[in-house]
């Protein structure tokens, strides 16, 4: 099955393809609003369900953002710095196996999990540990 394309949707793909990153739909819609002041957030949300529906972009529930957005698609883990409030990728550490552990010890049928880790990103360490 093709996915019809529309120039805003490759827009807002882009958009988060070039962001290196987890957007919310409100960052998406402002860096779209620069360019295209005749883009509505309507918009904005539907395409980024759309995208995120048909597995073309990853949708993450932030804590304070409600769900952030990235390009990234291979199963990873995720971290929340409690400082700066930014969310990071942690890439190559997926532990596959989990699922079989669970499914073991649960007696269930495991397809794929989540984990958000919170604490301090290295950034935020640095910056406080240069303050003393």
Do not use: W
């Amino acid at each position: 099955m093709s996915i019809k394309t529309t120039k805003q949707r490759d827009r807002i793909l882009e958009v988060i393809r070039d962001a290196h990153g987890h957007l919310t739909a409100d960052e998406v819609y402002q860096t779209l609003k620069q360019e295209d002041t005749s883009i509505g957030v309507a918009t904005v949300y539907r395409n980024l369900k759309f995208l995120y529906e048909n597995k073309i972009i990853n949708r993450i529930q932030h804590p304070d953002f409600g769900y952030v957005y990235d390009a990234n698609l291979d199963r990873h883990y995720h971290f929340h710095c409690d400082v700066c409030n930014r969310m990071y990728d942690i890439d190559d550490l997926y532990q596959a196996n989990l699922n079989t552990l669970i499914e073991k010890e649960f007696g269930g049928k495991i397809h794929s999990h989540m984990t958000f880790f919170k604490g301090i990103c290295p950034d935020c360490l640095k910056k406080e540990k240069d303050k003393h």
